[in-house]
C-alpha cells in the first residue's frame, strides 16, 4: 500500500522560505507525478503544483513566481519550497499522487498533511 | 481559469436519507471531474473519478453523473460515516487543477 508523509519545519518566518519533504513508502517514485495541495484552516483545497521524477513541472499560476519543486528518486522524496511566505500562506499542506502525463488528474493517495504556521 | 461552483455549502440530513450535491464548472469540463470526502483533521479521501466513476473500495451508495458543466454526487442511504464535507475536483486542463469551495454535510 503507498503511504506518503510529509515532514519539515511547521513555523517558518514572513519572508522566509518554507521547505517541505514528502516521502513515499510502498510503491516506486517513478511512474507517476507528485502534487503539493494546501488547506488554510477552515477554507478550502488549493492545489499548488505537481512534479514528476523526468523533472516536469505544473504549477497554479497565482503561486508560481514563489514556487519550486524537486524529486528525489534515490531516497523516493519529492519537495516543495515556497519562498517570500506571508500569513496568507499558514495552512495544512498535503503532498498527493496522481498518474496523468498530460496534467494534474485525480489525487489517488495522499499524506496526512502537516500544518505549517508563517509567523515570527 | 475555471472555476468551480458547490451548492449547497451546507447540507443537513438524516440518516437513511439520500442526498444530492452539484458542481457546476464555469465552462465545459467534459467529464473530467472528481468527487472527495475529507474528515476533520483528515486528508481527503478519493470516491468517484472522470465524473462517474467509483473509486476501488468506495461504497456503492456513492455516485457521480453529469458532463460538459454541471456534475452531482448522490449518496443514496446516508449513513453516520458519511457526515464530512465533500469537494469536487475540476482536471481537464493540461496545466492547472481547482477545487469547488466544498459542501459540509451535517446531521440533521
Known amino acids: 500500500q503507498v503511504q506518503l508523509q510529509e515532514s519539515g519545519p511547521g513555523l517558518v518566518k514572513p519572508s522566509e522560505t518554507l521547505s517541505l519533504t514528502c516521502t513515499v513508502s510502498?510503491?516506486?517514485?517513478?511512474?507517476?507525478?507528485w502534487n503539493w495541495i494546501r488547506q488554510p484552516a477552515g477554507k478550502g483545497l488549493e492545489w499548488i503544483g505537481r512534479?514528476?521524477?523526468?523533472?516536469?513541472?505544473n504549477c497554479n499560476p497565482s503561486l508560481q513566481s514563489r514556487v519550486t519543486m524537486s524529486v528525489d528518486t534515490s531516497k523516493n522524496q519529492f519537495s516543495l519550497k515556497l519562498s517570500s511566505v506571508t500569513a496568507a500562506d499558514t495552512a495544512v499542506y498535503y503532498c498527493?499522487?496522481?498518474?496523468?502525463?498530460?496534467?494534474?488528474?485525480?489525487?489517488?493517495?495522499w499524506g496526512q498533511g502537516m500544518l505549517v504556521t508563517v509567523s515570527s | 481559469d475555471i472555476e468551480m461552483t458547490q451548492s449547497p455549502s451546507t447540507l443537513s440530513a438524516s440518516v437513511g436519507d439520500r442526498v444530492t450535491i452539484t458542481c457546476r464548472a464555469s465552462?465545459?469540463?467534459?467529464?473530467?471531474l472528481a468527487w472527495y470526502q475529507q474528515k476533520p483533521g483528515k486528508a481527503p479521501k478519493l470516491l468517484i473519478y472522470?465524473?462517474?466513476r467509483l473509486e476501488s473500495g468506495v461504497p456503492s451508495r456513492f455516485s457521480g453523473s453529469g458532463s460538459g458543466t454541471e456534475f452531482t454526487l448522490t449518496i443514496s442511504s446516508l449513513q453516520p460515516d458519511d457526515f464530512a464535507t465533500y469537494y469536487c475536483?475540476?482536471?481537464?486542463?493540461?496545466?492547472?487543477?481547482?477545487f469547488g469551495q466544498g459542501t459540509k454535510l451535517e446531521i440533521k
Open positions: 498527493a499522487r496522481d498518474e496523468a502525463v498530460a496534467g494534474p488528474d485525480r489525487f489517488d493517495y
Open positions: 510502498g510503491g516506486s517514485i517513478s511512474y507517476y507525478y
Open positions: 512534479v514528476s521524477t523526468s523533472g516536469n513541472t
Open positions: 465552462q465545459s469540463i467534459s467529464s473530467w
Open positions: 472522470e465524473a462517474s
Open positions: 475536483q475540476d482536471y481537464s486542463s493540461s496545466s492547472m487543477c481547482s
